[in-house]
């Protein structure tokens, strides 16, 4: 089976679900053909020019960052300046680029568990709200729940922790008058039908709801919002005793191996008031066969 961008981002997705990412930013695809064939895929901590020429000389069709190409659309397309050129070098090279950012540091795993993991840190805790999820609601003409219910599920309506194609019906009666123009599955235009069918309720992440097949239905959707699970903005953990901020560094170079990582300027209440991102590019490759 030829694997398709396409598929390496639906396996990204349920590891880091783009849901989870902060308002601001810009998680998935950025550049490329979904469907387009992956025989090796390079991963980077930036899209940057020697990322990309490390993918070419991977021979990588695409290439996997942790922070996005695009976070806010380019004024222009003028060649001549840095992100347009680079954005023009990708799509040149056919090498696709794919971001995991907030939404993999807030995912079950990600880099906020990771960091806290490798730094030995107790009593670990989110901070902030998680991805938003919709109940949608459907009614259904007897004898077709089976084919909806497929489509809601394949369209990723139904997911709950380890579970898919959740869901819950019951049988009722429908009641509506199709209006002139209508296109009504059962019943005619201006004649009131009366038709025995089933509501099917269904959890939806907001990540699913844009685009996917199961909003284009003609039937009645409700909405509703519930907050899932605790994946936070941030993890927040007990101290163990008085420790500097300068200790922590101290003790998280011996952990991390960054020699970039740099101890953060303080306010004068104690709060952090800036912090400087380590440049260095991380690559890893992943090659089929």
Not at 233 to 238: I, K, Y
Request: net charge positive; aromatic share 4%.
């Amino acid at each position: 089976m030829v694997v398709t961008i396409e598929d390496v981002a639906r396996a990204l997705e349920e590891l880091a679900p783009p849901g989870l990412a902060e308002p601001w930013d810009r998680c998935g695809l950025q550049v490329g053909d979904p469907r387009a064939p992956v025989h090796a895929v390079l991963v980077a901590l930036d899209p940057s020019p020697q990322a990309l020429s490390e993918a070419l000389r991977r021979r990588a069709q695409l290439l996997v960052t942790h922070h996005p190409l695009l976070l806010e659309p380019p004024a222009s397309l003028d060649l001549s300046t840095p992100l347009p050129r680079l954005l023009a070098d990708f799509i040149r090279s056919d090498v696709g680029v794919y971001a995991a950012h907030t939404s993999l540091d807030r995912a079950p795993g990600g880099v906020n568990d990771a960091l806290a993991r490798c730094l030995g840190l107790g009593e670990v805790r989110c901070l902030g709200s998680g991805e938003t999820l919709y109940k949608l609601v459907v009614t259904i003409p007897l004898g077709y729940e089976d084919p909806v219910r497929r489509a809601l599920a394949a369209a990723g309506a139904g997911k709950i922790g380890k579970y898919e194609g959740c869901g819950f019906g019951c049988r009722g009666m429908g009641v509506f008058v199709p209006r002139e123009g209508a296109r009504p599955f059962l019943g005619e235009p201006g004649k009131e039908e009366r038709a025995d069918e089933t509501r099917w309720e269904v959890v939806v992440r907001r990540s699913a709801l844009p685009g996917h097949a199961f909003i284009r239905v003609e039937c009645r959707i409700v909405f509703g919002s519930a907050v899932f699970g605790r994946r936070g903005g941030g993890h927040g953990c007990a101290a163990t005793g008085a420790k500097s901020l300068r200790h922590i560094r101290v003790a998280a170079l011996g952990t991390l191996h960054e020699p970039n990582l740099r101890e953060p300027e303080l306010s004068g209440h104690g709060s952090i008031v800036n912090q400087n991102r380590s440049s260095a590019h991380c690559l890893h490759a992943w090659r089929s066969g």
